[in-house]
């Protein structure tokens, strides 16, 4: 198949998700199983993605196909373009997308049966697939954005879909409002890449960047742009201090919660630093590594007491989403992209099997209420099971792969440059993880059933829900990725298809902050592609096995824990609850974040808005009004003047001249002989006044 063949087939994977919400939205109401059509859309989609995907790994692995069209001209030099970037990681994150859409599709056609608005949902599902795959193709940052905006508008759709609930409701618009402050950065990142470049195109500004054009002319501005930019990613990703909107956001169905929640929609945010990873500079990378570590720990300390079963998987997915960007941030992308397409599988897997379970429950969420259901749900626990070793990083599994070259990679950083805190962090959040997914495991599906007339109304889900189960969870096992199960680097998923081509930050050099190797990466602009320094690749084959078993003793250690307080109840959980009560309310209680930002942003705001309202009744409106009644009285004034003063001394002199006229129509009688007397009697007068 030619390039022109692979971009046909790519425009449909982006347009047939878009013709199917078009088609389901305006039939829904018409046709009761007009949601079928959009199954199939999003079944021809992702066969597309698969045969675009095996065509492009196969016979053109180490190609970038490009296609362009201008979509406006703004001067004779500068004309906007909207265009696609067909590499390894599109058509690997397109293959994600459809594949997880597709299976959330039929798992909602039992999960959603009931549903009053249902077909509305599967278009809602065609609308977000469309805007996700635009993010993908995209080879420009505008056209990006654009997606990006669909992106949330979609989620937002979404999350609120059963709006008749406060709180999804609510939910929905925290989710949008929290990503508008994340997009408020992105825009004016594009803005300034604009205004310094003429180009929205990640390939002309790395090349132009790499030339030593900068914005400003300024390496500070260079580094703003890049944290501008990933603002967006904070927002989308639910990264500290913007993560505040994902676990509301489990408010809207548990499917759409594995789509957009834990594989698409949030890893948006990571897939767009990866895109953009050549033009941050070191402080840049610097900042999203500390970003990136505080968004792993943070809410892996709050999932370790949380008891709404998709609370506990929605902070897993930000703690998770901050093992990437932390990744990310000391230069680990390869690791950082393998993690997320693991990660998208496993996840998706543990909350499509949440959403089993709470469809045995009839909707109950509260794992408290919950036990023994492995013996009811036999394929669902299986599949949780192998999705949650998954995470926990144990061998056989892929997050064990890919969690392991990000701690290997923190590790080589700290050996390299004296500065433990990623690695230290990495390794406790791989302690944590361990623990609250197992206690999850172990209280939902392990023990005796805790509501016995709930359980034993639990059977296991209809066929259509479980086989995304077992496709998902058979797609967390190493042997996709790789054929070593202890060494990644050895399969085709690092050493084939990645590193993608990627151009590198100015001056040659990615890690100025390194102490010992600065020009740890350098840049080859010709071929687009970055190569790491020998320090910091043998430091990376050095950091390989002793992180590689610190994390498994610590994965394991984790899992241990578990199985003591919850499974073998050797401590007793409850005493040790209350012996360290502050510290377990303060995660029960996420941080405090919502009442905080409720305090500041949100007060403020309602403060701030108060007092502008008063500012506009009180003086704005005061001084309008004020001037009106001065207006007001000035007009009767005037008008009193004009009528009285004015008018007086019109009408004055009209009755004056009446008067007058009256007097001398008396003299004018038309006779000769009067005129005659008084003509004489004025001479006569006149010889009086004037005789000496």
């Known amino acids: 198949m030619t390039e022109t063949g692979i971009i046909n087939i790519s425009l449909a994977i982006l347009f047939l998700p878009l013709l199917g919400f078009i088609v389901t939205l305006l039939l829904g109401k018409k046709i009761k199983s007009i949601y079928l059509f959009e199954v199939f859309i ?28 201008q979509w406006f001209k703004l001067s004779e030099t500068i004309s906007i373009k909207l265009g696609f970037l067909i590499d390894n990681m599109t058509v690997i994150m397109l293959f994600v997308v459809a594949l997880i859409s597709a299976l959330v599709h039929y798992f909602s056609i039992a999960y959603m049966k ?48 059963w709006f008749e609930k406060k709180s999804a409701s609510d939910a929905g618009k925290k989710a949008f409002i929290v990503n508008r402050v ?149 230069g680990a992308y390869k690791f950082t992209f393998f993690h997320l397409v693991a990660h998208a599988f496993f996840k998706a897997c543990l909350f499509l099997g949440s959403g089993s379970v709470i469809y045995a429950m009839h909707h109950e969420q509260d794992i408290r209420n919950m036990g023994g259901l492995r013996k009811k749900l036999p394929l669902t626990y299986a599949t949780f099971l192998i999705a949650t070793l998954a995470i926990s990083g144990i061998p056989l599994t892929s997050g064990f792969h890919s969690k ?68 998902l969870a058979g797609l967390s096992i190493f042997i996709f990725y790789t054929p ?49 320094s020998e320090s910091y690749t043998e430091a990376m084959h050095g950091a390989h096995n002793p992180a590689m078993i610190l994390a498994l003793v610590l994965a394991l250690s984790g899992m241990l824990l578990a199985y003591i307080f919850y499974q073998w109840k050797k401590i007793n959980v409850d005493k040790l609850t209350q012996a360290i009560k502050p510290l377990y309310t303060f995660s029960l209680n996420k941080w405090y974040f919502d009442e905080l930002y409720d305090k500041t942003f949100v007060a403020g705001t309602i403060g701030f808005s108060k007092l502008i309202g008063w500012f506009d009744a009180k003086i704005v409106d005061g001084i309008i009004n004020g001037a009106g009644n001065l207006t007001r009285l000035l007009s009767v004034f005037t008008g009193a003047f004009d009528r009285i003063v004015i008018d007086g001394i019109v009408n004055f002199a009209a009755y004056l001249s009446g008067f007058i006229g009256l007097i001398f129509r ?27």
Request: no cysteine; proline share 4%.
């Open 42 to 69: 999003l079944t021809v989609t992702l066969f597309a993605a698969i045969f675009v995907a095996f065509i492009k790994l196969s016979y053109y692995v180490d190609d970038r196909i490009i296609a362009e069209i």
């Open 114 to 161: 009931d549903d009053p608005r249902y077909n509305r949902y599967f278009a809602y599902l065609g609308i977000f697939t469309f805007s996700m795959n635009g993010i993908v193709l995209t080879n420009n940052i505008l056209m990006m954005y654009i997606f990006w905006e669909l992106v949330g508008l979609s989620s937002y759709l979404l999350i609120g879909f």
């Open 182 to 330: 994340g997009d408020i950065g992105m825009f004016a990142g594009i803005l300034i890449l604009f205004l310094t470049y003429n180009t929205f195109s990640f390939e002309s500004i790395f090349h132009s960047i790499a030339a030593g054009k900068l914005p400003f002319n300024s390496d500070f501005w260079l580094t703003m742009t890049g944290i501008l930019l990933f603002m967006g990613a904070i927002g989308k990703s639910a990264q500290f201090p913007l993560h505040v909107w994902l676990p509301d956001a489990m408010e809207g169905p548990t499917p759409v919660s594995a789509l957009i929640h834990a594989a698409t929609m949030v890893a948006a945010g990571v897939y767009l630093t990866i895109r953009i990873f050549g033009l941050l500079t070191a402080d840049a990378m610097m900042f999203i590594a500390i970003i990136g570590m505080l968004s792993a720990f943070i809410p892996a300390t709050i999932a370790l007491t949380q008891n709404d079963i998709k609370k506990v998987l929605a902070y897993s997915t930000v703690s998770q989403l901050g093992y990437m960007v932390m990744a990310l941030g000391i």
């Open 404 to 471: 392991d070259g990000i701690l290997a990679s923190s590790f080589a950083f700290g050996s390299l440059t004296g500065n433990w805190i990623f690695a230290i962090v990495g390794f406790l959040v791989a302690l944590m993880t361990a623990f609250y997914m197992f206690r999850l495991v172990i209280i939902t599906f392990h023990g005796q059933p805790r509501d016995q007339h709930k359980y034993e109304h639990a059977k296991e889900s209809p066929f259509v829900m479980v086989m995304p189960l077992i496709v």
């Open 484 to 532: 070593n199960p202890l060494n990644a680097d050895e399969g085709w998923f690092i050493s084939k298809w990645l590193p993608a081509p990627v151009l590198s930050a100015p001056n040659n050099t990615r890690f100025d902050f390194m102490q010992e190797t600065a020009g740890a990466v350098t840049h080859n602009p010709s071929h687009g592609t970055i190569t790491y």
């Open 666 to 692: 008396r003299i004018q009688t038309g006779k000769v002989q009067t005129y005659l007397i008084l003509v004489i009697f004025s001479i006569i007068i006149l010889l009086f006044l004037f005789n000496d």
